[in-house]
């Protein structure tokens, strides 16, 4: 009864990441400290599993089929769910952290980092607090105090359905079946392409793949 009660006191995560090896690694690390309530392998089970488990931390990884971690980020945060967001990623560029924290992180922490800093970094979101790896803590802090005002550009003007529709080309879907996905109709899907394409200045499919790589969409 006793080991009961510890259990349900622990707190709740929910994992994210479309490498499988990875997260049954991860499962059997953190299960020694937390108690781990499912995983996803990309962005739109994310969602399904985050709203019906309701876990008190989702540690989830950026790059993910169908939809990728940030976007997920913002769908949780528009659907107003209390879990708190920790990504754990191998992207160290800062444009990313920065777009990970406006879609609702509570921290960041690279894949290269140890056991015990990711423990430490669950700990710190569970309780409300926000968690850097000090590994980019100190040139975020630089770029964003001499950084100016945001004024956004291409990738953040971009709503999310256009970068749902975005992700999905990408990865190789055709237009029937991003719609079918999303649940809109091909003719919808072709507009948010065509738009899309107005916005970026670009001039073929081609030109959209290399986009959406760079911005790390897949």
Same mark, same amino acid.
């Given at each position: 009864?006793?080991?009961?009660?510890? &259990?349900?006191g622990?707190?709740?995560? /929910?994992?994210?990441?479309?490498? #499988?090896?990875?997260?049954?690694?991860?499962?059997?690390? /953190?299960?020694?400290h937390?108690?781990?309530?499912?995983?996803?392998?990309?962005?739109?089970?994310?969602?399904?599993?985050?709203?019906? *488990?309701?876990?008190?931390?989702?540690?989830?990884?950026?790059?993910?089929?169908? /939809?990728?971690?940030?976007?997920?980020?913002?769908?949780?945060?528009?659907?107003?769910? $209390?879990?708190?967001?920790?990504f754990?990623s191998? %992207?160290?560029?800062?444009?990313?952290?920065?777009?990970?924290f406006?879609? =609702?992180?509570?921290? %960041?922490?690279? &894949?290269? +980092?140890?056991?015990?800093?990711?423990?430490k970094?669950?700990? +710190?979101?569970?309780? =409300?607090?926000?968690?850097?790896?000090?590994?980019l803590?100190?040139?975020?802090?630089?770029?964003l105090?001499?950084?100016?005002?945001?004024?956004?550009n =291409?990738?953040?003007?971009?709503?999310?359905?256009?970068r749902?529709?975005?992700?999905?080309?990408?990865?190789?879907k055709t237009?029937?079946? #991003?719609?079918?996905? /999303?649940?809109?109709?091909?003719?919808t899907? *072709? $507009?948010?392409?065509?738009?899309?394409?107005?916005?970026?200045?670009v001039?073929?499919?081609?030109?959209?793949?290399?986009?959406a790589v760079r911005? &790390?969409?897949?």
């Amino acid at each position: 009864m006793e080991d009961g009660n510890k &259990k349900m006191g622990r707190t709740r995560i /929910l994992l994210a990441d479309d490498h #499988v090896v990875l997260t049954d690694m991860l499962v059997n690390l /953190l299960a020694q400290h937390f108690e781990v309530i499912g995983v996803a392998h990309d962005g739109r089970s994310l969602i399904a599993k985050a709203k019906l *488990e309701r876990p008190d931390v989702v540690v989830t990884d950026i790059s993910m089929p169908d /939809l990728n971690g940030i976007d997920a980020a913002r769908t949780l945060r528009k659907e107003a769910t $209390s879990s708190k967001l920790l990504f754990l990623s191998m %992207y160290a560029d800062l444009p990313l952290v920065e777009e990970a924290f406006r879609a =609702g992180a509570s921290g %960041y922490v690279l &894949k290269i +980092c140890g056991a015990d800093e990711l423990i430490k970094a669950i700990q +710190c979101v569970a309780k =409300g607090a926000t968690y850097i790896t000090p590994l980019l803590a100190g040139d975020l802090i630089s770029t964003l105090l001499t950084a100016g005002p945001q004024h956004g550009n =291409g990738e953040t003007a971009l709503t999310l359905r256009q970068r749902e529709v975005l992700q999905l080309l990408a990865e190789g879907k055709t237009m029937k079946q #991003v719609a079918t996905q /999303l649940g809109i109709s091909t003719r919808t899907t *072709e $507009s948010h392409k065509y738009e899309i394409m107005r916005q970026l200045g670009v001039q073929n499919t081609a030109e959209l793949i290399r986009y959406a790589v760079r911005i &790390k969409l897949v």
